[in-house]
Nanobody, 122 residues
């Protein structure tokens, strides 16, 4: 199985920056896409940013221009650089990875990390 370990969350003042990291480990054939989701109290989990193995990215409109997602394929790690943070960015941030455990027979996975708290004070 695939394990994801997140780090880098914390408390920051509005306008500040944080960098989240998520490292994947375990037995898998490929990681096709990695992404960050967040869930604020009383709200549904939402996509923040995602990146494919080829480097294509997708961002929520609320974070475009402020957050940058990147990945190191050699380290099976994805990063989320968060700048100009706002109080509304406060949430638990979850790492997600999707890919293949095996090709024959084809076996896919969709794994989640345990989450890391990001709190932005006003």
């Amino acid at each position: 199985q695939v394990q994801l370990v997140e780090s880098g969350g914390g408390l920051v003042q509005a306008g500040g920056s944080l960098r989240l990291s998520c490292a994947a480990s375990g037995r898998f054939f490929s990681i096709n896409a990695m992404g960050w989701y967040r869930q604020a109290p009383g709200k549904q989990r939402e996509l923040v940013a995602a990146i494919t193995i080829g480097g294509s990215t997708n961002y929520a409109s609320s974070v475009k221009g402020r957050f940058t997602i990147s990945r190191d394929n050699a380290k099976n790690t994805v990063y989320l650089q968060m700048n100009s943070l706002k109080p509304e960015d406060t949430a638990v941030y979850y790492c997600n990875a999707q890919g293949l455990i095996a090709t024959i027979p084809r076996a896919e996975y969709d794994s989640w990390g345990q989450g890391t708290q990001v709190t932005v004070s006003s």
